[in-house]
Protein backbone atom coordinates (compact mmCIF):
# COMPACT_ATOMS: atom_id res chain seq x y z
CA UNK A 1 0.00 0.00 0.00
CA UNK A 2 0.99 3.45 -0.37
CA UNK A 3 1.45 5.68 2.63
CA UNK A 4 4.15 7.50 4.51
CA UNK A 5 6.40 5.72 6.73
CA UNK A 6 8.20 7.90 9.59
CA UNK A 7 10.33 6.40 11.87
CA UNK A 8 11.27 6.12 14.82
CA UNK A 9 7.31 6.52 16.78
CA UNK A 10 9.22 7.54 19.81
CA UNK A 11 12.79 9.03 20.29
CA UNK A 12 14.98 10.51 22.86
CA UNK A 13 17.60 13.12 22.57
CA UNK A 14 19.86 13.69 25.02
CA UNK A 15 20.82 16.99 25.73
CA UNK A 16 23.82 18.45 23.37
CA UNK A 17 23.12 15.64 20.94
CA UNK A 18 21.61 15.83 17.08
CA UNK A 19 18.76 13.49 16.00
CA UNK A 20 18.01 12.21 12.63
CA UNK A 21 13.89 11.92 11.87
CA UNK A 22 13.49 9.43 9.09
CA UNK A 23 10.58 10.09 6.44
CA UNK A 24 10.14 7.76 3.29
CA UNK A 25 6.44 7.84 0.80
CA UNK A 26 5.91 5.98 -2.03
CA UNK A 27 3.06 7.86 -3.33
CA UNK A 28 5.26 9.73 -5.91
CA UNK A 29 4.68 12.84 -4.70
CA UNK A 30 6.70 15.89 -5.79
CA UNK A 31 6.11 18.10 -2.44
CA UNK A 32 7.02 16.80 1.40
CA UNK A 33 6.50 18.55 4.50
CA UNK A 34 8.21 18.55 8.02
CA UNK A 35 5.41 20.00 10.91
CA UNK A 36 6.09 20.17 14.62
CA UNK A 37 3.49 19.95 16.97
CA UNK A 38 3.23 20.46 20.43
CA UNK A 39 0.16 19.66 22.71
CA UNK A 40 -3.31 21.36 22.40
CA UNK A 41 -1.59 23.23 19.32
CA UNK A 42 -1.55 23.45 15.66
CA UNK A 43 0.48 22.82 13.39
CA UNK A 44 3.79 24.85 12.76
CA UNK A 45 5.66 24.39 9.40
CA UNK A 46 9.16 23.53 9.69
CA UNK A 47 10.92 22.76 6.28
CA UNK A 48 9.51 21.65 2.92
CA UNK A 49 10.75 20.27 -0.65
CA UNK A 50 8.90 20.40 -3.48
CA UNK A 51 11.57 18.98 -5.39
CA UNK A 52 14.51 17.01 -5.36
CA UNK A 53 17.67 18.89 -3.86
CA UNK A 54 15.70 21.73 -2.83
CA UNK A 55 14.00 23.04 -0.03
CA UNK A 56 12.95 25.76 2.07
CA UNK A 57 12.73 27.23 5.30
CA UNK A 58 9.48 27.51 7.22
CA UNK A 59 8.19 29.32 10.02
CA UNK A 60 10.37 27.16 12.98
CA UNK A 61 13.21 26.41 10.99
CA UNK A 62 15.86 27.60 13.31
CA UNK A 63 17.83 24.57 15.17
CA UNK A 64 16.18 21.82 12.30
CA UNK A 65 18.19 21.01 8.91
CA UNK A 66 17.00 18.65 5.90
CA UNK A 67 18.19 17.13 2.85
CA UNK A 68 16.47 15.82 -0.15
CA UNK A 69 18.45 13.98 -1.84
CA UNK A 70 15.64 11.52 -3.44
CA UNK A 71 12.09 12.24 -4.37
CA UNK A 72 11.21 9.48 -1.41
CA UNK A 73 12.95 10.72 1.27
CA UNK A 74 12.86 13.97 3.61
CA UNK A 75 14.76 13.50 6.53
CA UNK A 76 14.71 15.79 9.52
CA UNK A 77 17.82 16.60 11.93
CA UNK A 78 16.82 18.38 15.18
CA UNK A 79 20.31 20.06 16.26
CA UNK A 80 21.98 21.00 19.14
CA UNK A 81 21.02 24.12 18.26
CA UNK A 82 17.16 23.50 18.74
CA UNK A 83 16.54 24.70 22.67
CA UNK A 84 13.00 23.03 22.60
CA UNK A 85 12.73 20.09 20.89
CA UNK A 86 10.61 18.07 22.94
CA UNK A 87 7.35 17.78 20.44
CA UNK A 88 5.62 15.77 18.33
CA UNK A 89 7.02 15.81 14.26
CA UNK A 90 4.76 15.03 11.54
CA UNK A 91 5.74 14.55 7.82
CA UNK A 92 3.72 14.80 5.22
CA UNK A 93 3.42 15.04 1.41
CA UNK A 94 1.69 16.20 -1.34
CA UNK A 95 1.14 16.53 -5.22
CA UNK A 96 2.57 19.46 -6.90
CA UNK A 97 -0.24 21.80 -6.73
CA UNK A 98 -1.51 19.93 -3.48
CA UNK A 99 -4.97 19.52 -4.80
CA UNK A 100 -6.05 16.83 -3.66
CA UNK A 101 -4.85 17.25 0.35
CA UNK A 102 -2.09 16.10 2.11
CA UNK A 103 -0.87 12.39 3.50
CA UNK A 104 0.71 12.47 6.81
CA UNK A 105 2.81 10.13 8.23
CA UNK A 106 1.85 8.39 11.57
CA UNK A 107 4.33 10.95 13.53
CA UNK A 108 7.66 10.82 15.74
CA UNK A 109 7.57 11.80 19.50
CA UNK A 110 10.66 13.39 20.40
CA UNK A 111 11.53 13.81 23.83
CA UNK A 112 14.40 15.61 25.47
CA UNK A 113 15.82 13.51 28.30
CA UNK B 1 2.10 31.67 11.30
CA UNK B 2 -1.19 30.03 12.01
CA UNK B 3 -3.86 31.72 9.64
CA UNK B 4 -7.32 29.27 10.50
CA UNK B 5 -8.81 29.82 13.80
CA UNK B 6 -11.35 26.83 14.63
CA UNK B 7 -14.18 27.10 17.20
CA UNK B 8 -14.79 26.02 19.46
CA UNK B 9 -11.80 24.83 20.97
CA UNK B 10 -13.70 22.03 22.20
CA UNK B 11 -16.77 20.08 21.70
CA UNK B 12 -18.40 17.24 23.79
CA UNK B 13 -21.89 16.06 22.45
CA UNK B 14 -23.81 12.51 22.45
CA UNK B 15 -23.72 9.69 19.56
CA UNK B 16 -26.19 10.70 17.26
CA UNK B 17 -26.26 14.37 17.77
CA UNK B 18 -24.63 16.86 15.01
CA UNK B 19 -21.34 18.38 15.26
CA UNK B 20 -20.39 21.57 14.03
CA UNK B 21 -16.60 23.53 13.91
CA UNK B 22 -16.04 26.65 12.61
CA UNK B 23 -12.67 27.88 11.34
CA UNK B 24 -12.01 31.85 10.63
CA UNK B 25 -9.29 32.62 8.73
CA UNK B 26 -7.31 35.99 7.69
CA UNK B 27 -5.84 36.04 3.95
CA UNK B 28 -7.47 35.25 0.56
CA UNK B 29 -7.09 31.26 -0.14
CA UNK B 30 -7.21 28.89 -2.86
CA UNK B 31 -8.94 26.21 -1.09
CA UNK B 32 -9.53 25.12 2.46
CA UNK B 33 -9.04 21.86 3.57
CA UNK B 34 -10.30 19.75 7.04
CA UNK B 35 -8.31 17.02 8.71
CA UNK B 36 -8.90 14.53 11.89
CA UNK B 37 -6.41 13.49 13.86
CA UNK B 38 -6.74 10.78 16.48
CA UNK B 39 -5.14 11.36 19.44
CA UNK B 40 -1.08 10.36 19.13
CA UNK B 41 -1.31 10.04 15.08
CA UNK B 42 -1.33 11.57 11.66
CA UNK B 43 -3.68 13.70 10.44
CA UNK B 44 -5.64 12.35 7.91
CA UNK B 45 -7.56 14.50 5.45
CA UNK B 46 -11.11 14.75 5.02
CA UNK B 47 -12.31 17.24 2.21
CA UNK B 48 -10.99 19.90 0.21
CA UNK B 49 -13.67 23.23 -1.02
CA UNK B 50 -12.38 25.18 -3.09
CA UNK B 51 -12.18 29.17 -2.99
CA UNK B 52 -15.10 29.35 -5.75
CA UNK B 53 -17.22 26.68 -4.33
CA UNK B 54 -19.92 27.23 -1.62
CA UNK B 55 -20.70 23.99 -0.23
CA UNK B 56 -19.13 20.26 -0.16
CA UNK B 57 -20.70 16.98 1.03
CA UNK B 58 -18.59 13.52 1.72
CA UNK B 59 -20.51 10.62 3.05
CA UNK B 60 -21.74 12.69 6.60
CA UNK B 61 -19.53 16.02 6.42
CA UNK B 62 -20.69 18.70 4.85
CA UNK B 63 -18.65 21.81 4.82
CA UNK B 64 -19.81 25.65 3.52
CA UNK B 65 -17.14 28.43 2.68
CA UNK B 66 -18.17 31.53 2.78
CA UNK B 67 -15.36 33.63 1.15
CA UNK B 68 -16.81 36.86 2.16
CA UNK B 69 -16.54 36.49 5.73
CA UNK B 70 -13.62 34.52 5.50
CA UNK B 71 -14.87 31.10 7.27
CA UNK B 72 -15.55 27.85 7.03
CA UNK B 73 -18.08 24.90 8.69
CA UNK B 74 -17.61 21.58 9.31
CA UNK B 75 -20.68 19.50 10.04
CA UNK B 76 -20.75 15.94 11.19
CA UNK B 77 -24.12 14.39 11.46
CA UNK B 78 -25.55 11.52 13.38
CA UNK B 79 -22.42 11.61 14.97
CA UNK B 80 -20.41 8.37 16.63
CA UNK B 81 -18.35 7.59 19.23
CA UNK B 82 -15.43 6.38 16.62
CA UNK B 83 -15.57 10.31 15.58
CA UNK B 84 -14.00 11.52 18.78
CA UNK B 85 -10.86 13.64 17.28
CA UNK B 86 -9.42 16.32 17.24
CA UNK B 87 -10.24 17.91 13.53
CA UNK B 88 -8.20 21.09 11.83
CA UNK B 89 -8.95 23.16 9.06
CA UNK B 90 -6.10 24.19 6.89
CA UNK B 91 -5.84 27.12 4.16
CA UNK B 92 -3.67 26.70 0.68
CA UNK B 93 -2.42 29.82 -0.93
CA UNK B 94 0.26 30.03 -3.52
CA UNK B 95 0.81 30.03 -6.58
CA UNK B 96 3.78 27.55 -8.18
CA UNK B 97 4.59 26.68 -3.70
CA UNK B 98 1.62 24.90 -2.45
CA UNK B 99 1.51 24.91 1.48
CA UNK B 100 -1.32 24.52 4.26
CA UNK B 101 -1.38 26.52 6.96
CA UNK B 102 -2.97 24.81 9.60
CA UNK B 103 -5.41 26.05 13.25
CA UNK B 104 -5.04 24.94 16.34
CA UNK B 105 -8.08 22.33 16.07
CA UNK B 106 -11.30 21.48 17.76
CA UNK B 107 -11.16 18.90 20.14
CA UNK B 108 -14.37 16.84 19.58
CA UNK B 109 -15.51 14.03 22.22
CA UNK B 110 -18.26 11.79 21.20
CA UNK B 111 -20.29 10.28 23.95
CA UNK B 112 -21.62 6.96 23.40
Known amino acids: DGGITQSPKYLFRKEGQNVTLSCEQNLNHDAMYWYRQDPGQGLRLIYYSQIVNDFQKGDIAEGYSVSREKKESFPLTVTSAQKNPTAFYLC????????????FGSGTRLTVV | SQQGEEDPQALSIQEGENATMNCSYKTSINNLQWYRQNSGRGLVHLILIRSNEREKHSGRLRVTLDTSKKSSSLLITASRAADTASYFCATGSGAGSYQLTFGKGTKLSVIP
Open chain 1, 92 to 103: ASTTGTGEYGYT
